[in-house]
Protein backbone atom coordinates (compact mmCIF):
# COMPACT_ATOMS: atom_id res chain seq x y z
CA UNK A 1 0.00 0.00 0.00
CA UNK A 2 1.21 3.41 -0.86
CA UNK A 3 1.98 5.66 2.20
CA UNK A 4 0.98 9.22 1.51
CA UNK A 5 3.38 12.02 3.13
CA UNK A 6 1.43 14.39 2.47
CA UNK A 7 2.53 17.61 4.82
CA UNK A 8 -0.34 19.63 4.51
CA UNK A 9 -2.59 16.02 5.37
CA UNK A 10 -0.22 15.48 8.33
CA UNK A 11 -0.22 18.31 9.68
CA UNK A 12 -4.13 18.41 9.98
CA UNK A 13 -3.93 15.25 11.03
CA UNK A 14 -1.71 16.51 13.95
CA UNK A 15 -3.54 19.46 15.15
CA UNK A 16 -7.39 18.82 14.11
CA UNK A 17 -9.28 18.38 17.16
CA UNK A 18 -5.79 17.41 18.87
CA UNK A 19 -4.81 17.95 22.49
CA UNK A 20 -1.39 16.55 22.88
CA UNK A 21 1.19 14.33 21.11
CA UNK A 22 3.64 12.42 22.56
CA UNK A 23 6.07 12.37 21.01
CA UNK A 24 5.24 14.87 18.21
CA UNK A 25 8.67 15.58 16.58
CA UNK A 26 8.64 11.58 16.42
CA UNK A 27 5.61 11.19 15.43
CA UNK A 28 5.65 13.73 12.52
CA UNK A 29 8.96 12.03 11.40
CA UNK A 30 7.24 8.83 11.32
CA UNK A 31 4.78 10.22 9.08
CA UNK A 32 6.92 11.83 6.75
CA UNK A 33 9.43 8.78 6.52
CA UNK A 34 6.93 6.73 4.37
CA UNK A 35 6.93 3.87 6.67
CA UNK A 36 3.64 2.08 7.26
CA UNK A 37 2.73 2.15 11.00
CA UNK A 38 0.19 0.45 12.90
CA UNK A 39 -2.71 2.96 14.66
CA UNK A 40 -4.41 1.46 17.29
CA UNK A 41 -7.81 2.36 19.29
CA UNK A 42 -9.29 0.34 22.01
CA UNK A 43 -12.95 0.92 23.19
CA UNK A 44 -14.88 -0.57 25.37
CA UNK A 45 -18.41 -1.82 25.21
CA UNK A 46 -19.86 -0.87 27.93
CA UNK A 47 -23.01 0.50 26.44
CA UNK A 48 -24.84 -1.09 22.92
CA UNK A 49 -24.14 2.55 21.30
CA UNK A 50 -21.55 4.64 19.94
CA UNK A 51 -22.04 7.73 20.46
CA UNK A 52 -20.38 10.85 18.48
CA UNK A 53 -18.02 11.87 21.14
CA UNK A 54 -16.67 8.50 20.27
CA UNK A 55 -16.48 9.37 16.79
CA UNK A 56 -13.74 11.93 17.18
CA UNK A 57 -10.97 9.39 17.86
CA UNK A 58 -12.54 6.94 15.48
CA UNK A 59 -12.05 10.12 12.64
CA UNK A 60 -8.67 10.40 13.79
CA UNK A 61 -8.03 6.73 12.66
CA UNK A 62 -9.54 6.87 9.68
CA UNK A 63 -7.26 9.95 8.42
CA UNK A 64 -4.70 7.93 9.92
CA UNK A 65 -6.23 5.14 7.39
CA UNK A 66 -6.69 7.73 4.27
CA UNK A 67 -2.60 8.10 4.71
CA UNK A 68 -2.45 4.25 4.26
CA UNK A 69 -1.35 3.16 7.67
CA UNK A 70 -2.85 0.36 9.36
CA UNK A 71 -5.29 0.58 11.69
CA UNK A 72 -5.69 -1.49 15.00
CA UNK A 73 -9.39 -1.50 16.01
CA UNK A 74 -9.50 -3.10 19.41
CA UNK A 75 -12.73 -4.15 21.14
CA UNK A 76 -12.25 -4.02 24.59
CA UNK A 77 -14.49 -6.79 25.97
CA UNK A 78 -11.99 -7.98 28.80
CA UNK A 79 -11.73 -4.58 29.88
CA UNK A 80 -15.25 -3.57 29.48
CA UNK A 81 -15.72 -6.05 32.17
CA UNK A 82 -12.78 -4.71 34.63
CA UNK A 83 -13.95 -1.33 33.89
CA UNK A 84 -12.32 1.86 33.54
CA UNK A 85 -12.85 5.12 35.81
CA UNK A 86 -10.29 7.41 34.14
CA UNK A 87 -13.50 9.70 33.36
CA UNK A 88 -15.46 8.88 36.39
CA UNK A 89 -15.87 10.76 40.26
CA UNK A 90 -16.56 7.52 41.43
CA UNK A 91 -15.59 3.32 41.35
CA UNK A 92 -17.20 1.95 38.18
CA UNK A 93 -19.30 -1.30 38.91
CA UNK A 94 -17.58 -4.76 37.14
CA UNK A 95 -20.19 -5.54 33.91
CA UNK A 96 -21.18 -9.46 33.74
CA UNK A 97 -19.74 -11.02 30.43
CA UNK A 98 -23.00 -11.41 28.76
CA UNK A 99 -23.64 -7.93 29.29
CA UNK A 100 -21.05 -6.93 27.45
CA UNK A 101 -21.34 -9.78 24.63
CA UNK A 102 -24.82 -8.31 24.50
CA UNK A 103 -23.05 -4.35 24.54
CA UNK A 104 -20.63 -5.52 21.66
CA UNK A 105 -22.80 -7.40 18.81
CA UNK A 106 -22.85 -4.27 16.52
CA UNK A 107 -19.58 -2.07 17.51
CA UNK A 108 -17.33 -3.21 14.49
CA UNK A 109 -20.80 -2.49 12.40
CA UNK A 110 -20.65 1.19 14.17
CA UNK A 111 -17.00 1.44 13.81
CA UNK A 112 -17.71 0.62 10.50
CA UNK A 113 -19.88 3.43 9.47
CA UNK A 114 -16.32 5.98 9.97
CA UNK A 115 -13.49 3.28 9.25
CA UNK A 116 -13.15 1.35 6.21
CA UNK A 117 -13.44 -1.85 7.78
CA UNK A 118 -12.36 -4.21 5.39
CA UNK A 119 -8.75 -2.97 5.93
CA UNK A 120 -8.67 -2.18 9.43
CA UNK A 121 -7.75 -4.85 12.18
CA UNK A 122 -10.21 -5.86 14.30
CA UNK A 123 -9.34 -7.44 17.81
CA UNK A 124 -11.09 -8.63 20.93
CA UNK A 125 -8.45 -8.11 23.86
CA UNK A 126 -9.94 -10.70 25.71
CA UNK A 127 -7.91 -13.11 23.60
CA UNK A 128 -4.72 -12.11 25.09
CA UNK A 129 -5.76 -10.76 28.91
CA UNK A 130 -7.63 -13.77 29.60
CA UNK A 131 -4.48 -15.55 29.37
CA UNK A 132 -2.32 -13.56 32.09
CA UNK A 133 -1.50 -14.93 35.30
CA UNK A 134 -0.21 -13.46 38.61
CA UNK A 135 3.36 -13.58 37.29
CA UNK A 136 3.05 -11.70 34.25
CA UNK A 137 0.76 -9.15 36.10
CA UNK A 138 3.38 -8.45 38.58
CA UNK A 139 6.13 -8.29 36.58
CA UNK A 140 3.95 -5.49 34.58
CA UNK A 141 2.73 -3.92 37.86
CA UNK A 142 6.67 -3.61 39.04
CA UNK A 143 6.66 -0.62 36.32
CA UNK A 144 4.29 1.19 38.12
CA UNK A 145 3.80 3.32 41.34
CA UNK A 146 1.05 3.65 43.55
CA UNK A 147 2.11 7.32 43.96
CA UNK A 148 1.70 7.78 39.70
CA UNK A 149 -1.93 5.93 40.14
CA UNK A 150 -2.87 8.04 42.65
CA UNK A 151 -1.99 11.28 41.54
CA UNK A 152 -4.39 11.46 38.89
CA UNK A 153 -7.05 14.27 39.50
CA UNK A 154 -9.86 11.94 39.91
CA UNK A 155 -8.19 9.23 41.90
CA UNK A 156 -7.35 11.91 44.29
CA UNK A 157 -10.02 13.63 44.60
CA UNK A 158 -11.63 10.42 45.85
CA UNK A 159 -9.38 9.91 48.00
CA UNK A 160 -9.33 13.08 49.20
CA UNK A 161 -13.46 13.04 49.75
CA UNK A 162 -13.16 9.99 51.37
CA UNK A 163 -14.83 7.40 48.69
CA UNK A 164 -13.66 3.90 48.15
CA UNK A 165 -10.91 3.34 45.35
CA UNK A 166 -10.54 -0.34 44.22
CA UNK A 167 -7.38 -2.69 43.83
CA UNK A 168 -9.10 -3.48 40.72
CA UNK A 169 -8.62 0.20 39.31
CA UNK A 170 -4.81 -0.30 39.79
CA UNK A 171 -5.09 -2.96 37.12
CA UNK A 172 -6.35 -1.27 34.06
CA UNK A 173 -3.83 0.59 32.95
CA UNK A 174 -1.66 -2.40 32.79
CA UNK A 175 -4.61 -4.48 30.61
CA UNK A 176 -4.69 -1.17 27.80
CA UNK A 177 -1.08 -0.72 27.92
CA UNK A 178 -0.40 -4.71 27.49
CA UNK A 179 -3.08 -4.24 24.38
CA UNK A 180 -0.37 -1.98 22.70
CA UNK A 181 2.35 -4.67 23.26
CA UNK A 182 0.08 -7.53 21.61
CA UNK A 183 -0.79 -5.44 18.45
CA UNK A 184 2.95 -3.60 18.47
CA UNK A 185 1.29 -0.34 18.15
CA UNK A 186 3.39 2.36 17.09
CA UNK A 187 0.92 4.86 17.91
CA UNK A 188 -1.85 5.16 19.78
CA UNK A 189 -5.18 7.10 19.88
CA UNK A 190 -7.34 8.14 23.08
CA UNK A 191 -9.40 11.11 24.71
CA UNK A 192 -7.46 13.39 27.25
CA UNK A 193 -9.36 11.46 29.77
CA UNK A 194 -6.97 8.27 28.69
CA UNK A 195 -3.33 10.22 29.44
CA UNK A 196 -2.31 7.75 31.86
CA UNK A 197 -3.51 4.57 30.03
CA UNK A 198 -1.91 5.92 26.74
CA UNK A 199 1.42 6.00 28.97
CA UNK A 200 1.49 2.98 30.31
CA UNK A 201 1.46 1.86 26.82
CA UNK A 202 4.56 3.22 26.08
CA UNK A 203 6.23 1.93 29.69
CA UNK A 204 5.08 -1.38 28.85
CA UNK A 205 6.09 -1.87 25.55
CA UNK A 206 9.86 -0.80 26.97
CA UNK A 207 9.70 -3.66 29.32
CA UNK A 208 8.75 -5.80 26.13
CA UNK A 209 11.82 -4.23 23.96
CA UNK A 210 9.41 -2.51 21.84
CA UNK A 211 10.10 0.41 20.73
CA UNK A 212 7.01 2.81 22.70
CA UNK A 213 4.02 3.85 20.91
CA UNK A 214 3.22 7.76 19.88
CA UNK A 215 0.09 8.97 21.80
CA UNK A 216 -2.25 11.12 19.80
CA UNK A 217 -5.04 12.27 22.30
CA UNK A 218 -8.12 13.75 21.14
CA UNK A 219 -10.69 16.88 22.55
CA UNK A 220 -13.21 15.71 24.88
CA UNK A 221 -16.82 17.43 23.35
CA UNK A 222 -19.95 18.32 25.53
CA UNK A 223 -23.65 16.44 24.96
CA UNK A 224 -26.32 18.25 23.54
CA UNK A 225 -27.49 19.61 27.17
CA UNK A 226 -23.66 21.42 27.37
CA UNK A 227 -22.44 19.00 29.91
CA UNK A 228 -20.69 16.04 29.65
CA UNK A 229 -21.22 13.68 26.82
CA UNK A 230 -22.77 10.74 28.90
CA UNK A 231 -25.14 7.51 28.04
CA UNK A 232 -26.31 7.63 31.21
CA UNK A 233 -27.44 11.40 30.94
CA UNK A 234 -29.17 10.82 27.44
CA UNK A 235 -27.06 13.87 25.83
CA UNK A 236 -25.74 11.72 23.43
CA UNK A 237 -26.06 11.68 19.40
CA UNK A 238 -25.56 7.82 18.57
CA UNK A 239 -23.63 6.71 15.55
CA UNK A 240 -26.96 4.55 14.91
CA UNK A 241 -29.27 6.93 15.47
CA UNK A 242 -32.02 7.42 12.79
CA UNK A 243 -31.67 10.58 10.14
CA UNK A 244 -34.20 12.56 11.81
CA UNK A 245 -33.29 11.90 15.18
CA UNK A 246 -29.42 12.46 14.66
CA UNK A 247 -30.45 16.05 12.52
CA UNK A 248 -32.61 17.05 15.55
CA UNK A 249 -30.24 16.10 18.13
CA UNK A 250 -27.61 18.04 16.80
CA UNK A 251 -30.00 20.94 15.87
CA UNK A 252 -30.31 21.03 19.81
CA UNK A 253 -26.81 21.31 20.33
CA UNK A 254 -25.98 24.28 22.29
CA UNK A 255 -24.48 27.45 20.17
CA UNK A 256 -21.97 27.80 21.17
CA UNK A 257 -20.78 24.26 20.72
CA UNK A 258 -21.12 24.65 16.48
CA UNK A 259 -17.70 25.56 15.75
CA UNK A 260 -16.24 22.83 18.34
CA UNK A 261 -18.94 20.38 16.50
CA UNK A 262 -17.73 21.59 13.26
CA UNK A 263 -14.39 20.56 13.93
CA UNK A 264 -14.05 17.27 16.19
CA UNK A 265 -16.66 15.48 14.49
CA UNK A 266 -16.97 16.32 10.79
CA UNK A 267 -14.02 17.19 7.93
CA UNK A 268 -15.73 20.43 6.76
CA UNK A 269 -12.05 22.07 5.90
CA UNK A 270 -10.70 24.31 8.69
CA UNK A 271 -10.47 27.13 6.58
CA UNK A 272 -14.79 26.94 6.02
CA UNK A 273 -14.76 26.21 10.10
CA UNK A 274 -13.29 29.16 10.40
CA UNK A 275 -14.69 31.08 8.49
CA UNK A 276 -18.20 30.41 10.13
CA UNK A 277 -16.27 30.61 13.99
CA UNK A 278 -15.66 34.89 12.47
CA UNK A 279 -18.91 35.10 11.33
CA UNK A 280 -20.75 33.37 14.37
CA UNK A 281 -18.39 35.73 16.46
CA UNK A 282 -19.12 38.97 14.62
CA UNK A 283 -23.22 38.31 14.83
CA UNK A 284 -23.32 38.32 10.74
CA UNK A 285 -25.07 35.24 10.57
CA UNK A 286 -27.97 33.58 12.51
CA UNK A 287 -26.35 30.59 15.05
CA UNK A 288 -29.44 27.94 13.35
CA UNK A 289 -28.54 28.57 10.03
CA UNK A 290 -24.81 27.26 10.64
CA UNK A 291 -26.17 24.77 12.74
CA UNK A 292 -28.58 23.46 10.23
CA UNK A 293 -25.12 22.99 7.91
CA UNK A 294 -23.83 20.74 11.10
CA UNK A 295 -26.47 18.89 11.22
CA UNK A 296 -26.87 17.87 7.51
CA UNK A 297 -23.00 17.28 7.48
CA UNK A 298 -23.39 15.07 10.55
CA UNK A 299 -25.85 13.15 9.05
CA UNK A 300 -24.45 12.19 6.19
CA UNK A 301 -21.64 10.97 7.55
CA UNK A 302 -23.42 8.42 9.38
CA UNK A 303 -25.99 8.03 6.38
CA UNK A 304 -26.55 8.84 2.87
CA UNK A 305 -26.60 12.45 1.09
CA UNK A 306 -30.15 11.63 0.48
CA UNK A 307 -31.10 10.18 3.71
CA UNK A 308 -29.43 13.60 4.91
CA UNK A 309 -31.69 16.12 3.14
CA UNK A 310 -34.58 14.39 4.15
CA UNK A 311 -34.41 14.73 7.76
CA UNK A 312 -33.31 18.39 7.24
CA UNK A 313 -36.66 18.47 5.39
CA UNK A 314 -38.26 16.84 8.07
CA UNK A 315 -37.04 19.25 10.87
CA UNK A 316 -37.92 22.34 9.29
CA UNK A 317 -41.14 21.00 8.71
CA UNK A 318 -42.07 19.61 12.23
CA UNK A 319 -39.71 22.31 14.28
CA UNK A 320 -39.69 25.17 12.21
CA UNK A 321 -43.02 25.24 10.70
CA UNK A 322 -44.73 23.71 13.58
CA UNK A 323 -46.24 21.03 11.23
CA UNK A 324 -46.87 17.34 13.09
CA UNK A 325 -45.29 14.60 10.83
CA UNK A 326 -47.38 12.57 9.32
CA UNK A 327 -45.33 9.31 9.66
CA UNK A 328 -45.77 8.91 13.60
CA UNK A 329 -45.88 5.67 15.26
CA UNK A 330 -48.68 4.47 16.11
CA UNK A 331 -49.54 3.43 19.99
CA UNK A 332 -52.78 1.55 21.36
CA UNK A 333 -53.04 3.70 24.41
CA UNK A 334 -55.89 5.13 23.81
CA UNK A 335 -58.32 4.97 27.09
CA UNK A 336 -55.22 5.30 28.91
CA UNK A 337 -54.04 7.64 31.78
CA UNK A 338 -51.37 9.91 30.41
CA UNK A 339 -48.73 8.37 32.62
CA UNK A 340 -49.43 5.03 31.61
CA UNK A 341 -49.45 6.11 27.93
CA UNK A 342 -46.16 7.77 27.99
CA UNK A 343 -44.88 4.09 29.14
CA UNK A 344 -46.57 2.41 26.87
CA UNK A 345 -45.89 3.77 23.97
CA UNK A 346 -41.87 4.17 24.74
CA UNK A 347 -41.97 8.02 25.70
CA UNK A 348 -40.71 7.15 29.05
CA UNK A 349 -39.01 4.34 30.72
CA UNK A 350 -41.19 4.15 33.79
CA UNK A 351 -44.02 5.57 35.60
CA UNK A 352 -41.34 7.84 37.75
CA UNK A 353 -40.02 9.20 34.53
CA UNK A 354 -43.38 10.38 33.06
CA UNK A 355 -44.13 12.17 36.06
CA UNK A 356 -41.00 13.95 35.67
CA UNK A 357 -41.38 14.60 31.97
CA UNK A 358 -45.42 15.70 32.83
CA UNK A 359 -44.27 18.00 35.84
CA UNK A 360 -41.10 19.68 34.23
CA UNK A 361 -44.08 20.62 30.59
CA UNK A 362 -41.82 18.37 28.23
CA UNK A 363 -45.20 16.70 27.08
CA UNK A 364 -48.28 17.48 25.27
CA UNK A 365 -51.48 16.01 23.55
CA UNK A 366 -52.67 17.74 20.15
CA UNK A 367 -50.22 20.47 21.28
CA UNK A 368 -51.35 21.78 24.65
CA UNK A 369 -49.30 21.09 27.12
CA UNK A 370 -50.61 18.56 29.70
CA UNK A 371 -50.90 19.54 33.18
CA UNK A 372 -52.92 16.55 35.55
CA UNK A 373 -51.36 13.57 35.52
CA UNK A 374 -54.97 12.80 35.17
CA UNK A 375 -55.53 13.47 31.68
CA UNK A 376 -56.56 10.76 29.73
CA UNK A 377 -56.06 9.93 26.09
CA UNK A 378 -58.30 9.24 23.28
CA UNK A 379 -58.24 7.53 19.43
CA UNK A 380 -56.75 9.56 17.30
CA UNK A 381 -54.54 12.27 20.10
CA UNK A 382 -51.26 13.25 18.93
CA UNK A 383 -48.80 12.68 22.22
CA UNK A 384 -45.96 14.71 21.85
CA UNK A 385 -42.77 14.60 24.47
CA UNK A 386 -39.90 17.24 23.65
CA UNK A 387 -39.51 18.59 20.83
CA UNK A 388 -38.85 15.57 18.32
CA UNK A 389 -40.87 12.62 19.83
CA UNK A 390 -44.57 12.06 18.68
CA UNK A 391 -46.96 8.99 18.57
CA UNK A 392 -50.23 9.01 17.49
CA UNK A 393 -52.75 6.96 19.75
CA UNK A 394 -55.24 4.47 18.86
Given at each position: M?????????????N????????????????L?????????????????????????????????????????????????????????????????????????????????????????????????????????????????????????????R?????????????????????????????????????????????LQ?????????????????????????????????????????????????????????????????????????E??????????????????????F????E??????????????????????????????????????K????????????????????????????????????????????????
Amino acid sequence: MTISTDKKAIAELLNRGVNEVIDRKHLEEKLLSGKQLRVKLGIDPTSPNLHIGRSIPLLKLRDFQNLGHQVVFIVGDFTGVIGDTSDKESERKMLEEEEIEKNMRTYVEQAAKILDIEKAEVQYNSSWLKKLGFGEIGRQANYFSLAEFIARENISKRLKEGNRVSLRELLYPLMQGYDSVMVKADVELGGTDQRFNLLAGRELQKHYDQEPQDILMTNLILGTDGRKMSSSWGNTINLMDEPNDMFGKVMSVPDNLIVTYFEHCTRVPMEQVNVFAKELKAGKINPRDIKMSLALEITKMFWSEQEAQDAKTYFISVFQKKDIPDDMPVAKVAGMMIMEALVESKLAESRTDARRLIEQGGVKVDGKLVKSLDKSVKSGNVIQKGKRFFVRAE
